[in-house]
């Protein structure tokens, strides 16, 4: 499959707004809106969660492994169905293609049991024993 520097793979819907940062974060992590209206990792078990993930800072020169600090400004991105997004999938899950992804509650996402998913599989990544999270190409829904 091979490693992107971008998290939007495929974008028919090109839809962007700026935030300001309420905690520490990477790009390709699933985000939602806090209190204050800033991005913050997505909380587990939302049952519409709105599908936003933080975006590399690439006018800055920055790729997708540069943190995000808390307070600084960056893009959102709002991946419609369809899009293609790198994802992070979190550690210890195994995932293969077709699998429906949810958000695990700290920004990565995570094989759907029962929570809403966001993102179907669109590779198998096998994180089991790894001891961190992974990248994936998901599909959103």
């Known amino acids: 499959m091979g490693t992107y520097n971008t998290i939007r793979l495929m974008d028919y819907s090109n839809k962007f707004k700026e935030f300001v ?3 520490a974060l990477y790009p390709g992590m ?3 809106r806090n209190s204050s209206g800033q991005a913050v990792l997505s909380t587990e078990g939302a049952t519409d969660p709105q599908i936003m993930f933080a975006f590399e800072r690439e006018l800055l020169g920055e790729g997708i492994e540069t943190e995000i600090a808390s307070d600084e400004r960056f893009q959102v991105w709002f991946p419609g169905r369809g899009d293609e997004v790198y994802a992070l999938l979190a550690d210890e899950e195994n995932v293969v293609v077709g699998d429906k992804l949810a ?3 700290a920004g990565h ?3 759907a049991a029962t929570n ?3 993102a179907v599989a669109l590779e198998t ?3 089991t024993g790894v001891g961190e999270a992974g990248r994936i190409r998901a599909e959103v829904l």
């Open 125 to 127: 990544l096998d994180l």
């Open 21 to 23: 940062a309420g905690e």
């Open 30 to 32: 699933h985000l939602e």
């Open 103 to 105: 958000p695990d509650g």
């Open 116 to 118: 809403t998913p966001v």
């Open 109 to 111: 996402l995570k094989a």
